[in-house]
């Protein structure tokens, strides 16, 4: 028995879903799995059933948000003057803020 086909409660996984998204969904959703530290599977799992996404501090998950706001900035040093951000990028921008203000709380915790 595989450890990959079960769920936290011991159930198989042995039911396959899938659905089609554009090019710029997938990037946006492979872009929160990244900052999760999750797999795509659970993170896409837990988002579906309304489950909280709880993110773990390593180092992946640093890389990925140091890698983020990278982006990010470059972004936003190319948008003109009195341009408007779209949506995306401010979501992304909220999502980076949710994650550090949790693990900025979880080092305050730990002290």
Request: hydrophobic fraction near 40%; charge should be neutral; glycine fraction near 8%.
């Amino acid at each position: 028995m595989s450890a990959k086909n079960l769920d936290n409660c011991n159930r198989w996984r042995n039911k396959t879903v899938a659905f089609r998204v554009s090019p710029e969904e997938n990037e946006q959703i492979d872009k929160a799995v990244r900052l999760s530290g999750l797999t795509k599977q659970d993170y896409i799992t837990r988002r579906l059933l309304c489950q909280d996404i709880v993110v773990q501090g390593n180092p992946r998950v640093y890389k990925a948000l140091r890698n983020e706001l990278v982006a990010v900035l470059a972004e936003l040093q190319r948008i003109e003057a009195g341009s408007s951000i779209d949506n995306e990028l401010l979501d992304v921008i909220e999502l980076i803020t949710v994650i550090l203000g949790g693990l900025k709380g979880d080092g305050e915790n730990g002290k």
